[in-house]
């Protein structure tokens, strides 16, 4: 049976050598940290979450919640961990990080048909490869993909948030709660009156910046938007965005505040939070007297401040097929967020799919082609030819999935429906992905 390589020890790679791994395939990975580390990167495992520890929404009627649905009916590797080293956050799923990479690395380390290779990738190898060395690829395999995919010079910045800690926070400006009263009281929130919002709005646009090579407000993906860049689209911008009041009451007047300002827990102590949506690139000074301004961080102890890197992903359309392999050279599949899905959970889900089909190939069965009523599946074909226009990173959503074939009343109703339909098909696909050791 033929090994196949893998490149990069993130989130898709991680997923993408597990599911391969348990079906009997050998697996080559190879990961560089701890001997090099990206800007972003600065833990030693495997999976390291570097912007937000929140895999977003756990519910059906939301197009992520959805995604993880299937993937845990898949076996992920990564909700295994996610669901074991789950933290507070209401109705999101949210994930201690340390706990979170530490139980995939552990996983993958043990696992007889996985060999870790310690070392910076520099050439693409032969045989089966799958590329998941991410947006932050070193400079030495971003060149050989370069020569892969010559028309790929696609890019964006990505920012990360701050994280202080909950000590610091000064709780007689803060309140506990979660929006609309979803699940448990698991965020800080941070209240503004007008005048403070005002105030922290002007010195925002102001501040200064990090210098960051080819920079600019255009080059940013609008998932991921720096919170200086969002305020200089309006007065308002902040309060229709991150800083929403909507569905927050304040306990201590009954009443919703102008803004609101949300922390979510970074870890299982409820230690540390980052602030949610203020992802940055302002320079570290300025993000302490900025932040400073919202009167419950006045004091607030900065242990991560936000950091800006580069970010690429490829035209995928033009260069990748529905199983993410590359249509010059099928041997070679990429995976991740640099084939234009955006986001952890759709990351994990691309290795996931990679690691199943190319399993399905080598053990000389027929591919499982997940269809687009499924979340996974409409991810794939989006990326292979479905987006329209100028293609563009996607999260999962409802809109790239086939749609019911009857009118459902209520939007809830209809997208939970959807997700019935979905993992009703991924059961019928069940038999076909078991005979590759499901």
Known sequence: METVTVLGAGLAGSECAWQLAKRGIKV???????????????????AELVCSN?????????????????????????????DANRVAAGGALAVDREGFSEYITRALKEHEN?????????????G???????????????????????????????????IVTLESVDMDNAFFASRYDKGTADYVNCPMTKEEYLAFVTELVRAKEAEVHGFDDGGVFEG??????MARRGEDTLRYGPLKPVGLRDPR???????????????????????????THLTFGEQKRVFSMIPALRNAEFVRYGVMHRNTYLNSPQLLDR???????????FAGQMTGVEGYVESCASG???????????LGLPPVDFPQETAIGALSLYISGGSVGDFQPMNINFGIITPLDHRVRGKRNKNAEISARSLQILDGLKQKIGRAHV
């Open 128 to 162: 089966e490869v799958v590329i998941a060395t991410g947006p932050l690829s070193s400079d030495a395999i971003a060149a050989e993909i370069e020569k892969l995919c010559p028309d790929s010079d696609l890019h964006f910045y990505d920012a990360v948030a701050p």
């Open 28 to 46: 080559r990975l190879i990961e560089m940290k701890p001997e090099k580390y990206t800007p972003a990167h600065k833990a030693a495992g495997f």
């Open 323 to 333: 199983y993410y392999r590359l249509r010059r050279d099928p041997r070679i599949r």
């Open 352 to 362: 996931a799919l990679v690691g199943i089909e190319t399993a399905a190939q080598l």
């Open 54 to 82: 929140s895999l977003r929404s756990d519910e059906l009627c939301n197009a992520v919640g959805l995604l993880k649905a299937e993937m845990r009916k898949m076996g992920s590797l990564i909700m295994e961990s996610a």
């Open 253 to 279: 007047t009954g009443r919703d505040n102008y803004a609101v300002v949300q922390l979510r827990r970074d870890n299982a102590e409820g230690t540390l939070y980052n602030i949610v949506g203020f992802q």
């Open 224 to 229: 991921c938007m720096p919170v200086e860049v």
């Open 114 to 126: 996985v060999e870790l290779i310690t070392a910076e990738a520099d050439k693409i190898p032969e």
